[in-house]
């Protein structure tokens, strides 16, 4: 059973940026896909980012156009999510994931859920 815990979500004024991250236990976390989505408020969970267990590979939602990345690092079991360029639409709860089945962009796939951390931004 994996364990996720989101952290270093919080409140940042438009342009500005936030690194978001993800810290796993239990399991094989470190071979895992690992997926970050978002909550905005009244709106359906939305695929923001994924990257693979040996963090050569990544996705990206198409909102994110350049402005995120997202990163690895095994030895403290911790996926990041660098946000830059934050503007107000990107006011949500952000959520970390692990395992899906198979389509990374799809919450319904994924095995393991953190339980996610606030990000508003302010205008």
């Known amino acids: 059973q994996v364990q996720l815990v989101e952290s270093g979500g919080g409140l940042v004024q438009a342009g500005g940026s936030l690194r978001l991250s993800c810290a796993a236990s239990g399991g094989s976390s470190s071979s895992y896909v690992m997926g970050w989505f978002r909550q905005p408020p009244g709106k359906e969970r939305e695929f923001v980012a994924a990257?693979?267990?040996?963090?050569?590979?990544?996705s990206f939602g198409d909102f994110v156009k350049g402005r995120f990345t997202i990163s690895r690092d095994d030895a403290q079991n911790t996926v990041y999510l660098q946000m830059n360029a934050l503007t107000p639409e990107d006011t949500a709860v952000y959520y970390c994931?692990?395992?899906?089945?198979?389509?990374?962009?799809?919450?319904?796939?994924?095995?393991?859920w953190g339980q996610g951390t606030q990000v508003t931004v302010s205008s």
């Open positions: 990257i693979t267990g040996s963090g050569n590979s990544a």
């Open positions: 994931a692990a395992d899906p089945v198979s389509r990374w962009h799809d919450p319904n796939e994924y095995n393991y």
